[in-house]
């Protein structure tokens, strides 16, 4: 039986430098399509992916062009609308890396609500800036008319922050298993997913304004789906000790005690290598194998000759 494989890809996987246009992120997923065509004889593939460019130059045009008649979305529609985006694009660039090799593959983009909890500490200290950066004048007036809560961003200008709770369940797991044992490739959890919370009472969905993290959403979802292996699909080869440093060290394979020594001793930034460490140190936890390393590096990985390598 093939392994199922969870690839987690970065946010800026499709903006390697800087693309903007739709067309330019398009032939950038055309590398994604390749590594999934050349995977899939072996793994069963599901992938999720973060979103923060698409997503943030979505709210950008939606806040820049509201008006009364036709009002901007609200961040868990702009969500939505980047799975669709990303998930377009990474449909096609797979299917025509299968039509180049003469084999067809079912694929699917799965609009994925990732549950989370209402009582989560982070929606009582919201932390994550998301949209354009604004004077503090135009934030602080903003935050008034908007209801927002707003924070000067590293010297850069005032922007909005948004909480960024961990995820707790994901509302389409089981479409999304039934598609697996099918054969279809899957996309899914886009961007963290659409957060979303239960009611208490009638336990409803509604959408709530936040940002789930993309790792802890995707270890959520390998979870869920039970995979074998979740792999968060990032910029570099491995993880490194003193990153950038002339004693910069590479890890190999690791032991998940190890790991999560290293990580208190605050090896690793937040916002930045922290929560791919800590997603991969979590599937390893619950028996499965946790891999970090860049999209190059991946096929190797998987067969343990490359990557940092969580057990």
């Known amino acids: 039986m093939k392994k199922r494989v969870v690839l987690a890809l970065g946010g800026n996987a499709l903006q390697k430098n800087g693309e903007a ?3 330019a992120q398009k032939a950038v997923a055309v590398e994604v399509g390749e ?4 995977l899939a004889e072996k793994y069963e593939i599901i992938i999720a992916h973060g979103n923060g460019p698409q997503v943030g130059n979505i709210l950008i045009h939606e806040e820049t062009a509201s008006t009364k008649e036709a009002p901007a979305m609200p961040l868990e529609t702009a969500v939505a609308m980047s799975q669709g985006q990303i998930g377009y694009w990474l449909t096609q660039a797979i299917n025509n890396a299968f039509s180049k090799r003469g084999k067809t593959i079912k694929v699917a983009t799965v609009v994925s609500q990732v549950v989370v909890d209402k009582a989560d500490v982070a929606f009582k200290n919201p932390t994550k800036p998301i949209g354009q950066f604004y004077t503090e004048k135009e934030a602080k007036k903003l935050a008034t008319i908007r209801g927002w809560t707003v924070k000067e961003d590293a010297g850069r200008g005032w922007r909005r922050v948004v909480a960024s709770p961990k995820p707790v369940d994901i509302v389409e797991k089981k479409a999304i298993i039934e598609l697996v044992k099918s054969g279809v490739i ?9 957060p979303v919370y239960r009611t208490r009472v009638l336990k409803r969905l509604k959408g709530v304004d936040a940002v789930i993290d993309k790792d802890f959403a995707a270890e959520k979802l390998a979870e869920l789906v039970r995979a074998d292996i979740f792999v968060s699909v990032t910029a570099v080869p491995n993880v490194y000790l003193n990153y950038g440093m002339s004693n910069e060290e590479a890890i190999g394979e690791v032991s998940v005690a190890e790991m999560g020594r ?3 001793y605050g090896y690793f930034k937040a916002g930045s290598m922290l929560p791919k ?3 991969t140190i979590a599937f390893a936890k619950k ?12 096929g190797a990985a998987l067969k343990g000759e490359a990557g940092t390598i969580v057990r």
Do not use: M, S
């Open 262 to 264: 290293l990580k208190r």
């Open 35 to 38: 590594l999934v065509a050349e």
């Open 186 to 194: 899957v996309i899914a959890a886009g961007g963290g997913g659409i």
């Open 21 to 23: 246009t739709a067309e």
């Open 287 to 298: 028996g499965g194998v946790g891999i970090i390393t860049d999209i190059e590096n991946v």
């Open 277 to 279: 460490v800590e997603a």
